[in-house]
């Protein structure tokens, strides 16, 4: 039944129906058992936005390559926490795969009002300093950290 919605989703050229249809499949994915010829990898995601069509479509493409994932969501802009508190959920997770996700408007929303300022340059860089931290801990802490803006 997994493989054969894992096809259904692969051949559908809708993107909007595409979403849906990895809604659909992590949510039958929690009531079966992994096939056992799939290797499997343990995925976090940590963002500053609501993650879950992000987890269906990270589930549903790597079901389409032959990968189970284990995923792991940290709740809504809890990436800081989830990275400096060693008895985080994501700790105890112990992914293989940590994805770091923030929107540019959630961390600096000063520019994208106006037309921008030394000082909003200037506040920005101040805000991007622990930022830079935290993402330096998280790739000292886990074997892979991929980072993107949205």
Do not use: K, N
């Not at 129906?17 to 799939?38: E, F, K, Q, S």
């Not at 994501?90 to 992914?95: A, E, Q, T």
């Not at 009002?113 to 931290?133: D, H, K, N, Y």
């Amino acid at each position: 039944m997994l493989r054969a919605r894992v096809a259904s989703y692969a051949a559908e050229p809708s993107v909007a129906r595409r979403v849906a249809l990895a809604m659909g499949l992590r949510i039958l994915a929690r009531t079966v058992a992994p096939p056992d010829d799939m290797p499997r990898l343990r995925v976090a995601l940590l963002t500053s936005y609501t993650s879950g069509p992000l987890a269906s479509l990270v589930f549903a493409e790597s079901a389409r390559l032959g990968i189970w994932v284990d995923l792991y969501e940290a709740a809504y802009e809890q990436y800081a926490a989830e990275i400096l508190e060693p008895a985080s959920g994501l700790c105890r997770f112990r992914p293989d795969v940590v994805f770091v996700s923030l929107a540019s408007r959630d961390l600096f929303p000063e520019l994208f009002v106006g037309r921008g300022s030394t000082a909003q340059a200037q506040r920005c860089r101040e805000r991007l300093a622990p930022i830079i931290g935290l993402l330096r801990l998280a790739a000292h802490a886990f074997p892979a950290v991929l980072v993107t803006e949205f």
